[in-house]
Nanobody, 119 residues
Framework: VQLVESGGGLVQPGGSLRLSCAAS????????MGWYRQAPGKQRELVAG???????NYADSVKGRFTISRDNAKNTVYLQMNSLKPEDTAVYYC??????????????WGQGTQVTVSS
């Protein structure tokens, strides 16, 4: 089971990016999914999370600017980021709690995707 992220890049302040994270492998179901980020010299922090039922939560710093969503049929979670600020610059990591077809449970991390907000 693995998570593969895409969608990072360089964007100007005020711009938008959409991150995607697709889970693949012998998956029975996926519970909570989320996005974390880690800036240089800082600890990894939760950006947004979403349950299997669609309930969401956000870090105060991104509320009103970022939107997390998921497509359960595609085992994919998205992060729409609008009104980006330089302080949003970080490596963004996808996270998911997955139940495999063997019924083993795993917490899985993606490889990370760089988001840089700069003029």
């Amino acid at each position: 089971v693995q998570l593969v992220e895409s969608g990072g890049g360089l964007v100007q302040p005020g711009g938008s990016l959409r991150l995607s994270c697709a889970a693949s492998g012998s998956i029975f179901s996926i519970n909570a999914m989320g996005w974390y980020r880690q800036a240089p010299g800082k600890q990894r922090e939760l950006v947004a999370g979403i349950t299997s039922g669609g309930s969401t939560n956000y870090a105060d710093s991104v509320k009103g600017r970022f939107t997390i969503s998921r497509d359960n049929a595609k085992n994919t979670v998205y992060l729409q980021m609008n009104s980006l600020k330089p302080e949003d610059t970080a490596v963004y990591y996808c996270n998911a709690y997955i139940i495999a077809t063997s019924r083993a449970q795993y917490e899985i991390w993606g490889q990370g995707t760089q988001v840089t907000v700069s003029s």
